[in-house]
């Protein structure tokens, strides 16, 4: 992108100062749990038996974790500034936390880019990242000075003309490569290599100013090869404007005087800081089969692990209600078990095959790596309400 670098406030702070910044955030302050390393079972056990006469679902957030993602970006990755993919998980505490830190944010709607603005973010900070906006959203955006946004057909060029035509654009090509993407996006959005010029001719008459260049690889893509041969492509776009004429864009180049390059990470930053406990509502047992009912399932947090990404999901007990002694039920025999969710559809189903001990119900299962796109797919089929569950936030210390 053609515009100074930009560093961020979390560039050389210590640990120490890091914690104290996210621990005051706005929603954060004085809700904040501090644990060791280790400590997260304890601190679920102790909320199931003192706080959670209800039974109903809850999140534990680590801040803890969110923090060591962001210090390993931070030295790692120095130069690229990471605009949080806000349609992940759009927790308020989750978002203010990022936001103490200066992190930019990529919104993909009017109601995204409002939770950000109410957070006290700089409009600067924010990319309107959808290549197809609704006419308000870009009458909005162009209200509240969001001033950057993503485009890859010559409709959104008039759209964006006619309702913001101070924005500043990027042009989204479709990479040559998914990299085996589990949730490619490139069969909806992306410029084609014969459009990109054409793209550039309409937003220079259009006089919008492209400043630089959009992929998106798609979602745990399984080749790191697909972001060269991507990076390779965003090269020829820059290439192609600067001979229509257009104002230099620089990429893939030793030179990167003005060069400002940044990320749209969603995923990396929120999957394992987040952990679901479900309440066993219901068993049958059929021969060494055990069968459980829990009250969160496919239509509530379990949708994209349960339907997408089986191999990646797992649980592990805590029986609160039956084995008060040993609730983590360590060294207990296992059966083969099936997880339901509580809807009547059968789709709504968990797990099957996964070996859990001999539980009861009002005993728990504890789901780790439960960040991303859990709680943004949530819906109310059947009637049950999944938007009411309570998050606690923690922070994780490792000693």
């Not at 304890?42 to 923090?67: A, C, R, W």
């Not at 709680?375 to 009637?383: D, E, P, V």
């Amino acid at each position: 992108m053609a515009s100074p670098p930009v560093l961020f406030s979390a560039v050389g702070l210590s640990p120490k100062d890091r914690q104290a910044i996210i621990v005051e955030a706005p929603t954060v302050r004085n809700k904040v749990t501090h644990l060791l390393k280790d400590g997260l079972t304890g601190f679920m056990q102790s909320l199931i038996l003192n706080h959670h006469h209800t039974k109903e679902p809850f999140y534990v957030l680590d801040l803890g974790v969110v923090d060591n993602l962001m210090d390993n970006w931070t030295r790692f990755l120095p130069m690229i500034r990471p605009f949080y993919a806000v349609k992940c998980n759009s927790d308020p505490a989750l978002l203010a936390a990022m936001a103490t830190l200066d992190m930019g944010f990529d919104c993909a709607s009017q109601a995204e880019i409002e939770s950000i603005l109410a957070l006290g973010v700089s409009p600067g900070l924010i990319i309107f990242a959808n290549p197809c906006k609704l006419d308000s959203h870009i009458r909005y955006a162009a209200s509240v000075r969001v001033n950057l946004t993503t485009f890859d057909s010559g409709t959104e060029v008039e759209k964006i003309r006619e309702f913001h035509p101070k924005c500043s654009l990027l042009i989204r090509i479709k990479p040559p490569d998914d990299g085996g993407s589990m949730w490619p996006l490139d069969s909806k959005f992306g410029a084609l290599p014969e459009e990109v010029e054409p793209l550039l001719q309409a937003a220079k008459a259009a006089q919008l100013p492209v400043i630089g260049v959009s992929f998106h690889i798609g979602s745990r893509a399984a080749c790191s090869r697909a972001y060269a041969v991507a990076i390779e492509a965003a090269k020829k776009v820059f290439e192609a404007a600067a001979q229509l004429g257009m104002p230099p864009m620089r990429t893939y180049f030793p030179d990167t005087t003005g060069m400002s390059i940044i990320a749209e990470p969603g995923r990396f930053f929120v999957e394992s800081a987040f952990t679901l406990a479900a309440n066993i509502i219901g068993k049958r047992v059929r021969g060494e089969l055990r069968e459980y009912w829990i009250n969160d399932g496919v239509y509530g947090s379990l949708m994209c692990s349960a339907l997408f990404e089986p191999k990646n999901l797992t649980c592990r007990p805590l029986g609160c209600n039956s084995n008060r002694e040993n609730p983590t039920c360590e060294g207990a025999l296992t059966y083969s078990s099936t997880v339901f969710g509580p809807t009547l559809d059968a789709l709504d189903t968990v797990m099957k095959g996964h070996g859990l001990p001999d539980l009861e119900v009002n005993d728990w299962l504890v789901f780790p790596n439960m960040g991303a796109y859990s709680s943004a797919l949530r819906s109310n089929f059947n009637g049950f309400n999944t938007s009411a569950f309570s998050t606690y936030l923690t922070y994780s210390n490792p000693s």
